[in-house]
Nanobody, 124 residues
Framework: QVQLVESGGGLVQAGGSLRLSCAAS????????MGWFRQAPGKEREFVAA????????YYTDSLKGRFTISRDNAKNTVYLQMNSLKPDDTATYYC?????????????????WGQGTQVTVSS
C-alpha cells in the first residue's frame, strides 16, 4: 500500500498559477502510472491528468490541455501538477492517485490508491 499526500493548494486569483505536489511513501511509485483528479462541491470526481511510469505518455482532459501540466520525479517519489491561467471553474479539491499498472489511464476505476486531497480555490 502506498500513502499519497498532496500539497500546494490554496487561494489564488483568476489568471494565477499553482503547483501541486503529491509525495508518495510506503512503496515506490516509479513503476506505476499516476493521475490527478478533482472534485467540486456537488459534482462527481473527474479526471484531470495522468502520466505513465516513465513520463513518456500523458493524458489530459480536453478542457485543460495547454493550461495544466503533469510531471513526475521518480527519484523523489513525487508527482506534480502545474496549473496555469487558473479560472474560477477550476475550484475543487484535487486528488492524487496511483494506478494499478504502469500505463497512463484516464479511467478512475484503474486507480486504487488515493490521497486525501488539497483544496484549490480560484477567485474571480
Amino acid at each position: 500500500q502506498v500513502q499519497l499526500v498532496e500539497s500546494g493548494g490554496g487561494l489564488v486569483q483568476a489568471g494565477g498559477s499553482l503547483r501541486l505536489s503529491c509525495a508518495a511513501s510506503g512503496r515506490t511509485i516509479s513503476t506505476y502510472a499516476m493521475g490527478w483528479f478533482r472534485q467540486a462541491p456537488g459534482k462527481e470526481r473527474e479526471f484531470v491528468a495522468a502520466i505513465s511510469w516513465n513520463s513518456v505518455t500523458t493524458y489530459y482532459t480536453d478542457s485543460l490541455k495547454g493550461r495544466f501540466t503533469i510531471s513526475r520525479d521518480n527519484a523523489k517519489n513525487t508527482v506534480y501538477l502545474q496549473m496555469n491561467s487558473l479560472k474560477p471553474d477550476d475550484t475543487a479539491t484535487y486528488y492524487c492517485a496511483a494506478a494499478r499498472s504502469a500505463a497512463a489511464t484516464m479511467s478512475i476505476y484503474e486507480y486504487d490508491n488515493w490521497g486525501q486531497g488539497t483544496q484549490v480555490t480560484v477567485s474571480s
